[in-house]
Structure formats: C-alpha cells, structure tokens
C-alpha cells in the first residue's frame, strides 16, 4: 500500500492533515472525492454491464449453434477446446554421435548441447566430429 493511501486511509492521519486546512479547502476536497468515487462507481457499472452484454450475446451464439446442429468443438477442433494446460514435450531427438567415456562405457550424444569431455577432447586432439558419428 502505498503512503499516501495509508495517510488517507488512517483516520487519526487525516486529522492531523486536517488541522493544516481551512474548512473551505477540506471541503473542496470532499467534493473531488465525491466526484471521483462517483466517476469510478460508473466505470464498474459500466464494465459489469459490457461483461453482462457479452455473456448474453455468447449464449444467444451458442443456442444458436445448437439449434443448427453445431458444437463447439466442431467449430473449434477439440485439442482447442481442451486447453492444455501444461506444454507439449518435445520429441527425444535422436543420437548422431557415439564415444567411449573415461570408464571406458559407449555413450551417445546428440549434438544439442554442451559438447561431452571425451569428445571435446579428441577435437582438442585433432580429430574431427565426423569421426564419431553413428
């Protein structure tokens, strides 16, 4: 909360600010307040009668789909109308590379990634990438 809402929200705060102001100044004051929560109390209306509008134009559509036989997945598709929540995994991509570790076990690598120490190595060393293709 910032301090100015605080000072405006704390009554002993307003009546020390209050004391500082003639009644004509503080009265001025209320008025703006007045027209601003007024303003804002139309905003909301405003906005609840939109949301309200629109849910009764998306419900006469839908009626009007099922009386002609439509879904909505039909329109849609379902994967659309299932919304996934969680992404899709990519697939696992295949090996390209196949090398020897220090424990002396064959292991492959793919490519993506960083480059694994046995082969970093043998590039150090001279050898090519295409030396351990699969």
Do not use: C, H
């Not at 102001?21 to 007045?34: A, D, G, T």
């Not at 046995?118 to 060393?125: G, Q």
Request: charged share 35%; aromatic share 4%; net charge neutral.
């Amino acid at each position: 909360m910032s301090a100015t809402l605080q000072n405006l929200n704390n009554i002993r705060t307003l009546r020390a600010m209050a004391r500082e102001f003639s009644i004509e100044v503080l009265e001025e004051m209320l008025e703006k307040f007045r027209i601003v929560t007024e303003e804002k109390r139309n905003e909301q209306d405003e906005l609840q009668q939109q949301q309200a509008e629109q849910k009764q134009k998306i419900n006469a559509l839908l009626e009007q789909m099922r009386a002609d036989g439509i879904s909505p997945e039909d329109l849609l598709g379902k994967d659309a109308l299932k919304g996934s929540s969680q992404p899709q995994k990519r697939q696992a991509r295949e090996a390209k590379y196949r090398f020897t570790d220090a424990n002396g076990e064959t292991k492959t690598w793919t490519g993506q990634g960083r480059t694994p120490k046995p082969i970093a190595a043998a590039l150090a060393d001279g050898k090519k990438l295409e030396d351990f293709l699969i």
